[in-house]
């Protein structure tokens, strides 16, 4: 569950820098990418048609748009603790691999120039995650500690995100920084297998990948709030990276002057 963070963390740094380059100036994104205009009537067909031209050079990333290869995608490391409701627990993965985000289809993606509103859908049919992890705590008053090798296996994860960017000036030009982000996903099911649970105890081990298993859909109700808050914190953290990286007619320019 947790590793869903750096899906839309890829999903948006597609997005919003896949877009255009401004009329009559040199510009730093590539020449592969299809122009789009924001005063355009236009403009929806024209980011999805641009989002898709890109999917075929996913596989080994397009560096020039912030993108690393993605099949697969390797995460050095990522950390995840709470400490509120049935789940208390401080865990660490690393040197984290997904496998399948390429495989994605597009459901919608809308642009509202108006108001700055970026809005991206998406299905991720089979999704494979592998890392090393270090965990300890307590899921429903049972204890939960364990550090080894980790595999998650997800089908069918659906997710909407929705941006919301505000104006400023610098150096001379515009550019878009976040007002707000809102996430919603879901998906049909999770597998997850922990080696090594409780210093090596086979039947221990055993009883708790059963459990966690059988239970998924409430524990990951449980984690939901968190999740949500953490694929908000990153994807500000990124897309702020890439709003500063290219002025608002980099990104979306205007097709009248």
């Not at 236009?42 to 999805?48: E, F, L, S, V």
């Amino acid at each position: 569950m947790k590793q869903q963070l750096f899906i839309t963390l890829v999903v948006f740094a597609l997005v919003l820098n896949a877009q255009a380059k401004p009329n009559g100036k040199t510009s730093r994104i590539p020449d592969f990418v299809k122009i789009c205009y924001r005063d355009s009537p236009d403009i929806n067909t024209c980011a999805r048609e641009s989002f898709n031209t890109l999917k075929p050079r996913l596989m080994k990333g397009i560096p020039e748009l912030f993108i690393p290869p993605m099949e697969p995608l390797v995460v050095p490391e990522i950390k995840m603790d709470q400490d509120s409701g049935a789940i208390y627990l401080h865990s660490i993965y690393k040197n984290m691999k997904i496998t399948g985000m390429s495989k994605h289809t597009l459901n919608d993606l809308t642009i509202t120039p108006s108001n700055l509103k970026f809005m991206v859908s998406m299905t991720f049919p089979k999704l494979h995650l592998e890392s090393q992890y270090s965990i300890k705590g307590k899921i429903m008053m049972m204890p939960l500690m364990g550090d080894g090798h980790c595999t998650i296996d997800i089908s069918n994860l659906s997710m909407k995100t929705e941006l919301f960017g505000q104006e400023y000036q610098k150096n001379g030009a515009t550019y878009l920084k976040i007002k707000d982000i809102k996430v919603k996903y879901e998906l049909s099911t999770v597998h997850m297998h922990l080696d090594n649970l409780f210093n090596g105890d086979k039947a221990l081990g055993d009883r708790m990948n059963t459990f966690l298993n059988e239970n998924w859909k409430s524990l990951a109700e449980e984690v939901r709030p968190l999740m949500t808050k953490a694929l908000i914190d990153i994807l500000r953290a990124s897309i702020d990276k890439l709003f500063d990286s290219f002025s608002y007619d980099e990104l979306l320019p205007k097709l009248k002057k």
